[in-house]
């Protein structure tokens, strides 16, 4: 019988990882928890689900371990959640259960484990959108990109227009690497002209803002009347106090100054020696004459 060397690296790899699994497989209290984040490790790289299954199995079996069954259905649970796009525990936590030596080992047979593989499913635009927004638009744990009346805002100290073209492509770059979980494993995302536009209108659902809530306003609840604030580069200036606030992306503005408030910032001497130059009128002057 033959068998392709990419089939046979393979089975010797998995048949390895199996024996070393079996030599560390902990004891009773910890198997269970181990269970998780051993899946969500091969998972991660790139082993489909009934391998990765399969193997866990095995290694349990060959350690005379009391309850496979338990091990198996955490491991196809485990399976579900990260096919589904959602945080499985990888890495780390297996090394705490097993040891730093006994992870790192398989990584290199696994040769590498991309733990922070963006796998995101085609038929889930809205959770796409949701990651692009985590990774790529949020400042202080707050969301700064917003659609209003047909067109997206980034924030930057003040919320400028963000072209959707440019939009487009920065969706291009962040689903290039991203990967989807087919039957047969883990396959490439390859965004497409229609993955894109079904993400990009996601989007729109996700950071629209009303019309009624125009600028300038909070886009969370706050003390001061968005009125009376005006954002500087330094902060937001308070105009009835003229006290400093921290800039904050909750503050849904379009316009900004670009230079900094200074309290202690000098009379603007030419501009007053212009001002004083100027012609005064007095009120019955024939310019100002309603006749």
Same mark, same amino acid.
């Given at each position: 019988?033959? %068998?392709?060397?990419?089939?046979?690296?393979?089975? &010797?790899?998995? &048949?390895?990882?199996?024996?070393?699994?079996?030599?560390?497989? !902990?004891? !009773?209290?910890?198997?269970?928890?181990?269970?998780?984040?051993?899946?969500?490790?091969?998972?991660?790289?790139?082993?489909?689900?009934?391998?990765?299954?399969?193997?866990?199995?095995?290694?349990?079996?060959?350690?005379?371990?009391?309850?496979?069954?338990?091990? &198996?259905?955490?491991?196809?649970?485990?399976?579900?959640?990260?096919?589904?796009?959602?945080?499985?525990?990888?890495?780390?936590?297996?090394?705490?259960?097993?040891?730093?030596?006994?992870?790192?080992?398989?990584?290199?047979?696994?040769?590498?484990?991309?733990?922070?593989?963006? &796998?995101?499913?085609?038929?889930?635009? %809205?959770?796409?959108?949701?990651?692009?927004?985590?990774?790529?638009?949020?400042?202080?744990?707050?969301?700064?990109?917003?659609?209003?009346?047909?067109?997206? =805002?980034?924030?930057?100290?003040?919320?400028?227009?963000?072209?959707?073209?440019?939009?487009?492509?920065?969706? =291009?770059?962040?689903?290039?690497?991203?990967? =989807?979980?087919?039957?047969?494993?883990?396959?490439?995302?390859?965004?497409?002209?229609?993955?894109?536009?079904?993400?990009?209108?996601?989007?729109?659902?996700?950071?629209?803002?009303?019309?009624?809530?125009?600028?300038?306003?909070?886009?969370?609840?706050?003390?001061?009347?968005?009125?009376?604030?005006?954002?500087?580069?330094?902060?937001?200036?308070?105009? !009835?106090?003229?006290?400093?606030?921290?800039?904050?992306?909750?503050?849904?503005?379009?316009?900004?100054?670009?230079?900094? =408030?200074?309290?202690?910032?000098?009379?603007?001497?030419?501009?007053?020696?212009?001002?004083?130059?100027? !012609?005064?009128?007095?009120?019955?002057?024939?310019?100002?004459?309603?006749?």
């Amino acid at each position: 019988m033959s %068998m392709a060397p990419d089939d046979l690296f393979g089975a &010797v790899r998995d &048949v390895a990882i199996v024996a070393l699994l079996a030599r560390h497989w !902990p004891g !009773p209290g910890a198997r269970h928890a181990m269970v998780g984040p051993l899946a969500g490790f091969l998972l991660q790289a790139r082993l489909d689900p009934a391998r990765v299954v399969r193997i866990i199995k095995v290694a349990a079996t060959i350690a005379k371990d009391p309850d496979v069954q338990d091990r &198996v259905d955490f491991a196809n649970s485990t399976a579900k959640t990260f096919a589904a796009g959602s945080a499985v525990t990888g890495g780390p936590k297996l090394a705490e259960e097993l040891g730093e030596d006994v992870v790192a080992k398989m990584r290199t047979w696994l040769k590498g484990v991309d733990e922070d593989a963006l &796998v995101l499913d085609p038929r889930d635009p %809205m959770r796409s959108a949701r990651l692009f927004i985590e990774r790529e638009h949020t400042m202080e744990n707050v969301m700064a990109l917003r659609h209003q009346a047909g067109v997206f =805002y980034r924030y930057e100290g003040a919320y400028h227009e963000r072209e959707e073209a440019r939009l487009r492509a920065e969706l =291009y770059r962040f689903l290039e690497p991203a990967q =989807y979980l087919s039957k047969e494993g883990i396959k490439p995302f390859k965004p497409t002209k229609s993955k894109v536009e079904n993400i990009l209108d996601a989007l729109r659902g996700l950071t629209n803002l009303p019309a009624s809530q125009a600028s300038p306003c909070w886009l969370h609840p706050a003390d001061l009347d968005a009125r009376d604030l005006l954002a500087c580069r330094n902060g937001l200036l308070h105009l !009835p106090t003229r006290t400093l606030h921290p800039l904050t992306p909750h503050f849904f503005a379009l316009n900004a100054l670009d230079f900094d =408030y200074d309290p202690n910032a000098p009379n603007p001497e030419a501009w007053l020696d212009f001002l004083a130059q100027l !012609p005064r009128f007095s009120d019955d002057d024939p310019l100002f004459s309603r006749g």
